[in-house]
């Protein structure tokens, strides 16, 4: 069974008589620090070829974190059914964080579950398989939600110094590695890790020399 045709936007009431197979949880909201980006590959077509070829392109996206609106922690008042988290939504701001509300960016959806509310993201996709709630996570349409948020400026486009620390993470992953190359598994490791090392470079220049032109396909 699957559950679309009852999910609601956030802000609406749930009617429906059938609910999950799981529990009530907490209500969340996307936030991202401005240091916190990955690599995606995004298919786009080649123009530069005569014939049809598809070729990838590698884009700093934002990794967003989940904060859960969880009444009594972090500043959340309320109850489990409606939250307060203004107070919380202000510190991280205060903090150089970006709230995602969802009125403004619609990205969550509720369900009724056992004792209330399941709340997840509307990148998630739910059915009940032998009476167990399976989730499986569409990714692409998540990248493409995060690069259109980029494209509208609702998140301002990644500082240099981050994105050099990202690609420092990845030296030093690769500097382990290098003294046990001789091991076919870590010589296939160490192969993709310094692909995606230069795949780094080549975006984080081109976010440098472009900026928010960075994010057209």
């Known amino acids: 069974m699957k559950f679309e045709s009852i999910a609601q936007p956030w802000q609406q009431q749930q009617q429906a008589s059938i609910v999950l197979p799981a529990r009530s949880n907490n209500r969340f909201f996307y936030k991202h620090h401005p240091k916190n980006w990955e690599l995606y590959y995004f298919d786009i077509e080649d123009t530069t070829s ?57 990205y969550l959806r509720s369900y009724p579950a056992k004792g209330g509310q399941y709340w997840t993201s509307k990148f998630n996709h739910l059915e009940s398989l032998g009476g167990e709630l399976v989730i499986t996570f569409n990714h692409a349409d998540f990248a493409q939600w995060r690069l259109e948020l980029m494209q509208s400026g609702a998140l301002r486009i990644p500082h240099k110094q981050f994105l050099q620390r990202k690609q420092a993470e990845i030296q030093r992953r690769i500097e382990r590695h290098t003294r046990s190359q001789h091991i076919p598994e870590v010589a296939a490791k160490l192969k993709g890790l310094k692909e995606l090392l230069t795949d780094m470079q080549t975006a984080t220049d081109d976010v440098a020399t472009n900026g928010a032109k960075h994010y057209e396909l």
Do not use: C, F
């Open 50 to 106: 005569k014939t049809k070829k598809m070729t990838k392109k590698a884009i700093w996206l934002p990794d967003l974190q989940s904060h859960h609106e969880t009444p009594g922690v972090n500043g959340t008042r309320g109850y489990k059914a409606n939250p307060d988290s203004a107070m919380t939504r202000v510190r991280l701001q205060d903090n150089g964080i970006t709230v995602l509300h969802p009125s403004q960016h619609d």
